[in-house]
């Protein structure tokens, strides 16, 4: 076990709205970081999370935003879903954002309909 | 740009030894991993490089050639539980920190 939960695990939504997606990191990390994974393909970064700043972007629309709490969870915010956001939305946390192993939440796959 | 390859799939026998490349074209270098993932399951940690030489861990094994721009994952006596998709990732220094860039992963299937 991980220690990094994520909630929902399963998710439908319709195009045009928003969803929030949750993480909660593993005790004693402070840096999370968010992926999207089509089927078949490796994890795409959206962003990291270190102390609750956004700690580097990968290309991804401002339509993806993020947050961390004091307690160094984190949620994934996207607006206007279009039916390309289907994927399995991932969550990694890490002790810190130089750290050498990153442990990985079960995701939450989204389908946009 | 940013780029990672690797092979797509690959087979191999149980007991045998495989080895996985990466080859990656990144600038800001800061590290580079190797995952393993099974279907439907999140990825798991294997090892981390950030120098040039070999890790070894077991009886997975993980090389770095920075120079080249080249890494392999070595697993020895292979098991049927191997059978599973291989991530390489580069950590990459961002503007305001750092990401990490997955390939697409190497799908290895273990036969008896």
């Known amino acids: 076990e991980t220690g990094v939960t994520q909630s929902p695990t399963h998710l439908i939504k319709t195009r045009g709205q928003q969803v929030t997606l949750r993480c909660s990191s593993q005790s004693g990390h402070n840096t999370v970081s968010w992926y999207q994974q089509a089927l078949g393909q490796g994890p795409q970064f959206i962003f990291q999370?270190?102390?609750?700043?956004?700690?580097g972007r990968g290309n991804f629309p401002p339509r993806f935003s993020g947050l961390q709490f004091p307690n160094y969870s984190s949620e994934l915010n996207v607006n206007a879903l279009e039916l390309d956001d289907s994927a399995l939305y991932l969550c990694?946390?890490?002790?810190?954002?130089?750290?050498?192993?990153?442990?990985f939440g079960q995701g939450t796959r989204l389908t946009v309909v | 740009g940013q780029n990672i390859d690797q092979p797509t799939e690959m087979t191999a026998t149980e007991g045998a030894i495989v080895q996985i490349n990466c080859t990656y074209q990144?600038?800001?270098?800061?590290?580079l991993f190797w995952y393993q993932q099974h279907a439907g399951e999140a990825p798991t940690f294997l090892s981390y490089n950030v120098l040039d030489g070999l890790e070894e861990k077991g009886r997975f094994s993980s090389f770095l050639s920075r120079s080249k721009g080249y890494s392999y994952l070595l697993l020895k006596e292979l098991q049927m539980k191997d059978s599973a998709s291989y991530l390489c990732a580069v950590r990459v220094r961002n503007t305001g920190g750092f990401k990490t860039i997955f390939g697409a992963g190497t799908r290895l299937f273990v036969k008896a």
């Open positions: 990144t600038s800001g270098f800061n590290g």
């Open positions: 999370y270190y102390r609750e700043e956004e700690n």
């Open positions: 990694a946390s890490s002790r810190d954002r130089g750290g050498t192993e990153a442990f």
